[in-house]
């Protein structure tokens, strides 16, 4: 089976760094993602790990430790346009993308 | 451009009614997808498709059956609708199989209210 948790709830004020974790237990583990998601749209492709280390995308940087079963989304320099959902998702071997339960994260002025 | 499109994207209807959501992409991509929001925002797969062919059912009611008469639509039907369908339904696709680290593009979603 698969397990993925991330924190439910985080908030961080317009022009901070803030940290999202995911940690994962699966098998045949094929990479991560990233989505994000505005409340009433839909889920928007951010990023893809499936090597360990960093990747940086503008003010968006995702993290994979495969050893570790842990990533992380890093967003710089916070607007409020990021107030959003946060879904980790674990690519598995012979399934469809699975999805964590997701981090809604507050930016305030 | 629409990648991949539902509709329709609002629906209100009673409890015993037998309702279809339609999903079509142009993105050429072999695998498509249904996943469920329920409320607490947590997405989970229902069906996946690869060109036509039914690969993925996760434990879904049998009065759930998605259809896809080719590999761009992805058809969903529900009979006998219950209070506990409520929930937005999302289309998806991708051009590879299940699990090989294909990015998923998502639809719109379906927000289904059953009174």
């Known amino acids: 089976g698969q397990n993925i948790d991330q924190p439910t709830e985080m908030t961080a004020t317009e022009g901070a760094i803030v940290q999202i974790n995911c940690t994962y237990q699966t098998s045949g583990f094929n990479g991560l993602f990233w989505y994000q998601q505005h409340a009433g749209e839909a889920p928007t492709f951010l990023s893809y790990n499936v090597l360990d280390g960093l990747e940086e995308k503008g003010r968006f940087s995702s993290f994979l430790s495969r050893s570790k079963g842990y990533s992380y989304l890093l967003l710089k320099e916070l607007q409020m346009k990021d107030s959003a959902s946060y879904l980790c998702?674990?690519?598995?071997?012979?399934?469809?993308?699975?999805f964590g339960k997701g981090t809604t994260l507050s930016v305030s002025s | 451009d629409t990648a991949v499109s539902q509709t329709p994207k609002y629906l209100v209807t009673q409890m015993g009614n037998d309702k279809s959501i339609k999903c079509e992409q142009n993105?050429?991509?072999?695998?498509m997808y249904w996943y469920k929001q329920d409320s607490k925002k947590f997405l989970k797969i229902m069906f996946s498709?690869?060109?036509?062919?039914?690969?993925i059912n996760e434990t879904v009611p049998n009065r759930f059956s998605p259809k896809s008469p080719d590999k761009a639509h992805l058809n969903l039907h529900i009979n006998s609708l219950e209070l506990g369908d409520s929930a937005v339904y999302f289309c998806?696709?991708?051009?590879?199989?299940?699990?090989?680290?294909?990015?998923?593009?998502f639809g719109e979603g379906s927000w289904l209210t059953v009174v």
């Open positions: 993105l050429g991509h072999d695998t």
């Open positions: 498709y690869n060109n036509k062919e039914l690969i």
């Open positions: 998702a674990v690519s598995q071997a012979g399934t469809a993308l699975i």
């Open positions: 998806a696709s991708s051009p590879g199989g299940q699990g090989s680290g294909n990015t998923i593009y």
